[in-house]
């Protein structure tokens, strides 16, 4: 079963304005990480935020978690038309080696 | 360049035909991975390799095989088992240490489709 829920599914913003993206899971996770997909091509790695971290900044990314509500956001700063992509949570369990990829928010920056 | 090859980027299978992916890696990884994609939605895990020799089935490992025979390389072979096979395919590879807190790096993907 998929571990994450992305909200919204699709996001359209207009160039220069701030996105955010939400990611609910549903049990206690070693660390929730954030890719990027363009379409039709493979994800990409953006940012990792550990399990005992609240926030984490990476260039214009800023990741919050909150584990008593299983919950993160992604925040992307003054957005570019070339952010336009799907992206994605996953996250990571103790005992077990595998990523569990949420159902994604297709984001649209218009120029 | 390190990274992970996949191929062939598109693929066309006859309905009742077996079919074998190709995912090849030069990272040094030992973990590997097999997830699904079908247009608009997330990746499903279809299996998983920690080390050499031994895989786990992940959450829609029905009608799908892998072997890990290489460090390097985790064929996966859609069976004519899988009765809607057409998706997205897309492998990565992790190093799986410290509680998998590190990133995993994917493939560029396959999509098959049955005609």
């Known amino acids: 079963s998929q571990q994450g829920e992305e909200d919204p599914q699709a996001l359209s913003i207009q160039e220069g304005e701030n996105a955010t993206m939400n990611c609910s899971y549903k049990?206690?996770?070693?660390?929730l990480q954030w890719y990027r997909q363009n379409s039709g091509r493979g994800l990409v790695h953006l940012i990792l935020i550990r399990s005992n971290e609240r926030e984490k900044h990476s260039g214009r990314l800023r990741v919050t978690l909150d584990t008593s509500k299983k919950s993160s956001s992604l925040l992307i700063t003054a957005s570019r038309a070339a952010d336009t992509a799907s992206y994605f949570c996953a996250t990571t369990t103790s005992g077990t080696y595998k990523y569990i990829f949420g159902t994604g928010t297709r984001l649209k920056v218009l120029a | 360049d390190g990274g992970i090859t996949q191929s062939p980027k598109y693929l066309f299978r006859k309905e009742g035909q077996n079919v074998t992916l190709s995912c090849e890696q030069n990272?040094?990884?030992?973990?590997m991975y097999w997830y699904r994609q079908d247009p608009g939605q997330g990746l499903r895990l279809i299996y998983y390799s920690q080390i050499v020799n031994d895989f786990q089935k992940g959450d829609i490992a029905e009608g799908y095989s892998v072997s890990r025979e290489k460090k390097e390389s985790f064929p996966l072979t859609v069976t004519s088992a899988q009765k809607n096979p057409t998706a997205f395919y897309l492998c990565?590879?992790?190093?799986?240490?410290?509680?998998?807190?590190?990133?995993?790096?994917f493939g560029q993907g396959t999509r098959l489709t049955v005609v």
């Open positions: 990565a590879s992790s190093i799986p240490y410290d509680g998998l807190n590190t990133e995993a790096f």
């Open positions: 049990t206690s996770i070693n660390n």
């Open positions: 990272l040094n990884h030992d973990a």
